[in-house]
Every structure is written in structure tokens, then in C-alpha cells.
């Protein structure tokens, strides 16, 4: 008696869901009986919506965010301040800038960060063309604001040696206390940089 | 200013991958970011594997399972045992059970499990059909091999009084200390069952 094979339009399904990140064989089987089984509708907007973004979203120009048009809303908007360029690592952390209502400035995303160990170097970021963005001879200063994770300080750091070199002015997100937390609910690290940093 | 928006294409995928059990709208964003900037071609090949698997896959007119075809590989075989049913929660649970090699009788997947609080009881489970299945006048007798959770375990009690109730013979997947384990490293719970069920 063999050992018993899933039908195969079943198996392609579990091998195309276990390529998302952090998806292993038994969650991906637990997502294809879910689909199957219980949302139907759910399985054919998700491949409608996979065909749909994989042929309209493309990289803006500019900013290298995702985008429907060849240049994305933010960096034609006239509102804009021109001479801020804020460098984040993802399209989501751009959301989060924009929602704190306190940037006007323009954007740079990385759509990663360096991560050695991964095989993503300068090259897979594709700093050339931020470097073109920078120095298009309107941006006065680079905002740093990747995360504040060992490999998006690592990505600051090089980036802040690679535009300061050209001459521009490069700043980072300020470190210390976030807004609304009680100092005994804060980690040591946080606290030291806050000293630091005190004005 | 207003707070950015994702180009609608990334949101329509973001909303449709939070569909998925046990993904929240940042597990979403990644996967989302994670297929378009690294692995179109995953994209393409998930999309097809959906479509493939909705347009293909029904289940199985006698075992419930997913099968390409009216009546599985196993229920059409010759070689099984039609006199023995074997009832699981899932397909994986039914590879599993094929894997060991020490079954040759027939399968009733129930595609799930009762669970009151989310609202999963008997009718949504059809156990009409597998009722139907059992009272073929060949089953001789019904192996429940629902899991050993809460759930299962409910599962179980309820079909078993069930089947019993219309004259078949039912029992259950033994329960005790695994093969290839130390006592010492097997839990208080399974200890006291493997003593009580000693033979």
C-alpha cells in the first residue's frame, strides 16, 4: 500500500503557499483546507487581487514606492516640500510617517534594508539610484528614518558616510522616550540614549 | 495634508491575504511586499495554483476528502477494506494516518471538527453524509481518529453515540505513551491514561 498523495491541483496550492515569508508546510496546508473549505470567495479575490497588482503596481521613479502611475501621487504633489528627502525601508513605514501629519517633505524607499547575512548589500538596494534622487540638486538634507533594528542602523550608517560624502546633509529620526510612556515601562537601552541626547 | 493611502491594487492584496487564518494586516503588508518586490514569479505561480485548485478540486462522493475526481484514488481501490471507516478531522490527518502503514481500511474525512464557539455544530459539519456512509451495510466498524484536543475528543464522544445508536461498532485510536519516548519527558496527563488503559 503507497503512502497516500494529496490530489495535485492541492499540492500546487500548499508548494505556492509555503513561498510566502514565514509560511511552513502545515500552515500553508491549514490556508489551502481554509480557502477550500470555507472561503471560496476569499481564494478568488486573492488570486483576482494577486494578477491585478502584479500587472498595475509598479515603482515610482522617484520614490521607488509602489505606484500606479509612473510618477506617484506624493512626489507630484506641488504641496510638497522638495528640498526634504526622508529615506525609509518599506511603503509601510512611509504610511507611518505620513500619519503622524508631521513631514511634508518627500520620500525615498529602500524596499529593504542591508542585511549581510541575507545577501542584500548596497547593490541589491540599488543605492544608485537613491544617490541620483539626492543629489538632483533640490534636496538640501536626507532624513533618515529606518528602523531603529541593528540592520536599519547598519543602513543608516552606511547611507549617512555614502551622501555625506557628496556633501549633502544628513540627518536621523531623534532617539529617547516615546510620547505618552512612564520611564519605569522603559528599557535601559531607551533611557541611556534619552541621557545622551538630552537638550 | 492627508495620510497616505497604498495604491489600491496593494491594498485590495493586503485585504485579501488577511483573509488567511492567522494573518493580521501586518503579516499581509510583508507577504504582499515580499511577492512583489522579491518573488513575482511566486506571485504568478499562486494565483494559477488557486485558480486550479477552485476550478479543479470538489470532494470525494463517499470519503468527503479533496479529490480530482468523483470518487478518490482509495475509495475506488480494490485493495482496501471496505468493512472499516476510518473518520479524521482533515486530510493531513488522513496522511498521516496512510503513512504509518498500519491501515488498509477506508477513510471519512469530516473536513473539521464541532467547535460550539465558533459556531461549527453538527449541521455544518454534515454528519448526515457520513452517517449515510456508515450505514452502507459493508462497514462493519467506524475507527474514530479525531484529534486527541478538546475539540477532537468532543468530536469523537458525540459520533460515537452517534454510530452507536444505529448498532456500529466504534472505537478510538488508542492513547498512550508514544513509541520511541522516556517517561520522563511524557507529559503527567498521558502517564495516567497509558497506566489506566494498561494491558
Known amino acids: 500500500m503507497s503512502s497516500l498523495q494529496d490530489p495535485e491541483p492541492l499540492q500546487k496550492l500548499v508548494d505556492a503557499l509555503k513561498r510566502l515569508p514565514g509560511v511552513g508546510v502545515r500552515t500553508a496546508r491549514r490556508m489551502a483546507y481554509h480557502m ?24 515610482c521613479a522617484l520614490c521607488n514606492s509602489f505606484s ?39 520620500y525615498y ?16 538596494l540599488q543605492f544608485e539610484q537613491l544617490l541620483s534622487r539626492a543629489l538632483n540638486g533640490t534636496v538640501k538634507e536626507v532624513i533618515l528614518a529606518t528602523n531603529f533594528t541593528a540592520e536599519g542602523e547598519t ?7 555614502l551622501l555625506e560624502s557628496k556633501g549633502l546633509k544628513v540627518t536621523r529620526l531623534a532617539r529617547g522616550v516615546p510620547a505618552g510612556s512612564e520611564l ?11 541621557l545622551m541626547e538630552r537638550r
Not at 486573492?46 to 515603482?59: I, K, Q, T, V
Not at 529602500?110 to 541589491?124: D, K, T
Request: glycine share 8%; charged share 20%.
Open 155 to 161: 543602513t543608516a550608517h552606511y547611507l549617512s558616510d
Open 109 to 124: 524607499v529602500l524596499m529593504g534594508r542591508l542585511a549581510p547575512l541575507e545577501g542584500i548589500g548596497p547593490n541589491q
Open 36 to 59: 477550500l473549505q470555507h472561503d471560496r470567495q476569499g481564494a478568488f479575490d486573492l488570486s483576482a487581487a494577486l494578477d491585478a497588482a502584479l500587472s498595475n503596481l509598479r515603482h
Open 68 to 106: 500606479v502611475l509612473e510618477i506617484c501621487e506624493i512626489c507630484s504633489s506641488p504641496k510638497r516640500d522638495s528640498t526634504l528627502l526622508c529615506v525609509v525601508e518599506t511603503p509601510a513605514d512611509q504610511n507611518t510617517i505620513e500619519s503622524s501629519h508631521g513631514y511634508s517633505g518627500l
Open 184 to 194: 519605569e515601562y522603559v528599557d535601559a537601552g531607551t533611557i541611556a540614549w534619552a
